[in-house]
T-cell receptor, first 116, second 113 residues
Framework: GAVVSQHPSRVICKSGTSVKIECRSLDFQATTMFWYRQFPKQSLMLMATSNEGSKATYEQGVEKDKFLINHASLTLSTLTVTSAHPEDSSFYIC????????????FGPGTRLTVL | AQSVTQLGSHVSVSEGALVLLRCNYSSSVPPYLFWYVQYPNQGLQLLLKYTSAATLVKGINGFEAEFKKSETSFHLTKPSAHMSDAAEYFCALLEGSQGNLIFGKGTKLSVKP
């Protein structure tokens, strides 16, 4: 149980295009979903927190107009990187929380984004 | 402010040797602490968590961690390393009402045959 999927697992795009990453909780309802970014050989940095049906809460320094987050249902959240640039290349990881136990998050396998 | 510090970005042990990965935290409230493991190009898998119950927490794959309030530490140990333990390990602290995690910078564990 408690499986979180991400799609795609890997994407390569041209500079200036937009890329959408999906995060799904497969066997539970996620009241909260989190989006992290991980640079090579570094830790995970929280980008934003989203609750179903409400606007995402972005961390300081994260451009909300560039990283659009939609949490349309209790099992799906999407991250859209708009007008991607090479510096947006990174490993993006989502996690989902069923909200039953404090700090309980289940992580997706991550999406490797490469912007040419 | 809450924070997590992992001492040692890279730890190397021989197969069968003791594994010790260090984590110290700073928190103004009783902390909830977690250890996660990440294999290359994969997401994070929870190893174990401390949520104010027993101070010695046992996790998966033979790992355990001990919460020491006096030392503000939550070090991860395993008595005997296996080759399959080679991965990146992250210590994390629960922060905020929304349940987001603050991660340490990670420690890469290498296991030599």
């Amino acid at each position: 149980g408690a499986v979180v999927s991400q799609h795609p697992s890997r994407v390569i795009c041209k500079s200036g295009t937009s890329v959408k990453i999906e995060c799904r909780s497969l066997d539970f309802q996620a009241t909260t979903m989190f989006w992290y970014r991980q640079f090579p050989k570094q830790s995970l940095m929280l980008m934003a927190t989203s609750n179903e049906g409400s606007k995402a809460t972005y961390e300081q320094g994260v451009e909300k107009d560039k990283f659009l987050i939609n949490h349309a249902s209790l099992t799906l959240s999407t991250l859209t990187v708009t007008s991607a640039h090479p510096e947006d290349s990174s490993f993006y990881i989502c996690s989902a929380s069923p909200g039953l136990a404090a700090g309980e998050q289940f992580f997706g396998p991550g999406t490797r984004l490469t912007v040419l | 402010a809450q924070s997590v510090t992992q001492l040692g970005s890279h730890v190397s042990v021989s197969e069968g040797a003791l594994v010790l990965l260090r984590c110290n935290y700073s928190s103004s409230v009783p902390p909830y602490l977690f250890w996660y493991v990440q294999y290359p190009n994969q997401g994070l898998q929870l190893l174990l968590k401390y949520t104010s119950a027993a101070t010695l927490v046992k996790g998966i794959n033979g790992f355990e961690a001990e919460f020491k309030k006096s030392e503000t530490s939550f070090h991860l140990t395993k008595p005997s390393a296996h080759m399959s333990d080679a991965a990146e390990y992250f210590c994390a602290l629960l922060e905020g009402s929304q349940g987001n995690l603050i991660f340490g910078k990670g420690t890469k564990l290498s296991v030599k045959p």
